[in-house]
C-alpha cells in the first residue's frame, strides 16, 4: 500500500468512516496515478476503486495501479451508489469544497441510509509535504522555469509588446519539455507593474519602466512559480530602493525556513522589514503559497496560517512592493523546507538586472 493511501486510511480511521470519496481531480491523481479528468475514486478501509467514464478506461488501464478500475453503468454517480450499496458503507466522507449541491444532493436521495461526512481539504493536508517524487517533478519545472528566464532576456527592450514576451516564454517551456504554462503568464510592464496579477497585454515597453514577469511550467502535473523583475535602462533612485527592500525582505524571509517554524512566522519576517520602511499597505498580498499539482496549495505564508513547517513542504516567498501609477517590484522563489533548513529551488539571479 502506498503511503499516499496509508495516510488515507488514517484519515478514514481517525473520522471513524467506512469509506471516503474522492471527488477533486488533482487528488484522484495524488492518490491513484489517474490524469483524466473524470472519476470518483472510492476508499474503503480495505479496498480502492477508481470509477470513470467509458472514453478513459484503457487510460485508467494504463497508469493506475492499487485500484479496483470499476466500469461505470452510465454515469459515474450512479456507478458509485451502485458500489457503496454492494459494499454495504454506512458511513461516507466526502470532500466538502469539491462537490457541487447537485450532486451532493442527488447522493443525498440516492444513498438515503448512508450518513455523508464533510471533510475539509483533507486530502491537501496530506499533499502539503511532498515525497521524493514529487520534489523532482517540482524541480525540474523550476530548471524549465529558469531556462525560459534566461532565454527570455535579450527579448525584452523598449517597444517590444509583453504579449510577446509572454508567448516566447511558454514556446521556450514547451520546446523544454512542459505540459503548459502553471499560469496566465504575468508581465507587467510601467504602471501596470503595480497590478499584483497583471497577465501580459499588447502594452509596448518603453525606457526606464520596470518590469515583472511571474510564470511558471507544469511538468509531469507539477507547477513552477518564479518571479523577477527587471528595469529597461538605468534605474532611478527610488527603484533601485525599492527592488533592494523586496530583496532584502524576501532572502530574510527565506533565511527564516526551516522545521519547526510556524508559517506565519516567515511571513512576519518580509513584512515587518516591509512595514518599517512604510510600504506595509503597499504588499497587500500573503509572502507566498504551497505549490504542488496545483498553482495554490496549502500551507501559505500569510499572517493567518500557523501550519508548522516540516520537511518536504514547498512554497514559494515573493514579497512585492506596488505603487499606483509608479509600478511595482516582485521577487518570487519556490523554497523547499530540508531536514535542517531550505533549499532554493529557483536558481535565476537576483540582483536588479538592467536591459
Ligand atoms: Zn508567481
Ligand atoms: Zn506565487
Redesign the pocket.
Same mark, same amino acid.
Request: a negative charge; proline letters at 0%; glycine letters at 16%.
Given at each position: 500500500m502506498s503511503k499516499r493511501i496509508a495516510a488515507l486510511r488514517k484519515i478514514i480511521n481517525e473520522n471513524k468512516l467506512d469509506g471516503l470519496i474522492i471527488t477533486k481531480q488533482q487528488n484522484w491523481q495524488y492518490l491513484s496515478g489517474f490524469s483524466g479528468t473524470n472519476a470518483v475514486l472510492l476508499i474503503t478501509g480495505e479496498d480502492n476503486y477508481l470509477i470513470t467514464d467509458f472514453r478513459y478506461l484503457a487510460q485508467a488501464a494504463e497508469e493506475v495501479t492499487g485500484f479496483h478500475i470499476v466500469k461505470p453503468f452510465a454515469v459515474i454517480e450512479d456507478t458509485l451508489v451502485e458500489k457503496v450499496t454492494e459494499l454495504g458503507l454506512k458511513r461516507l466522507g466526502f470532500e466538502d469544497d469539491s462537490i457541487s449541491y447537485h450532486v451532493y444532493s442527488s447522493y443525498r436521495g440516492k444513498l438515503t441510509d448512508v450518513e455523508l461526512v464533510p471533510l475539509h481539504q483533507a486530502v491537501e493536508t496530506v499533499r502539503q509535504v511532498k515525497d521524493t517524487a514529487e520534489i523532482s517533478a517540482l524541480r525540474k519545472a523550476a530548471e524549465i522555469a529558469d531556462a525560459a528566464f534566461d532565454d527570455v532576456l535579450k527579448l525584452i527592450k523598449p517597444g517590444v509588446r509583453e504579449s510577446e514576451i509572454a508567448l516566447e516564454i511558454e514556446y521556450f517551456m514547451r520546446r523544454k519539455g512542459a505540459q503548459k504554462p502553471a499560469f496566465d503568464l504575468i508581465v507587467a510592464s510601467g504602471p501596470r507593474a503595480a497590478l499584483p496579477h497583471g497577465v501580459a497585454t499588447d502594452k509596448t515597453f518603453a525606457a526606464g519602466e520596470l518590469v515583472i514577469i @511571474?510564470f $511558471?511550467a507544469v511538468y509531469a502535473g507539477y507547477h513552477s @512559480?518564479? #518571479?523577477r523583475t527587471v528595469v529597461l535602462g538605468q534605474p532611478d533612485r527610488r527603484q533601485r530602493d525599492i527592488y533592494e527592500l523586496v530583496l532584502r525582505a524576501q532572502e530574510r524571509a527565506i533565511e527564516a525556513i526551516k522545521p519547526g517554524v510556524k508559517c506565519s512566522a516567515v511571513d512576519l519576517k518580509a513584512r515587518d522589514m516591509i512595514t518599517v520602511e512604510g510600504y506595509g499597505a503597499n504588499f497587500g498580498h500573503g509572502l $507566498?503559497?504551497g505549490?504542488g499539482l496545483e498553482?495554490?496549495e496549502k500551507p501559505g505564508f500569510t499572517p493567518k496560517d500557523d501550519t508548522v513547517l516540516e520537511p518536504g513542504m514547498l512554497l #514559494?516567498v %515573493?514579497p512585492g512592493i506596488y505603487l499606483n501609477s509608479w509600478g511595482g517590484v516582485r521577487i %518570487?522563489d519556490l523554497v523547499l523546507v530540508t531536514a535542517d533548513g531550505y533549499e532554493i529551488l529557483s536558481k535565476s539571479p537576483k540582483q536588479l538586472i538592467r536591459l
Open positions: @511571474d $511558471g @512559480d518564479m #518571479t $507566498g503559497h505549490v498553482i495554490h #514559494t %515573493e %518570487e
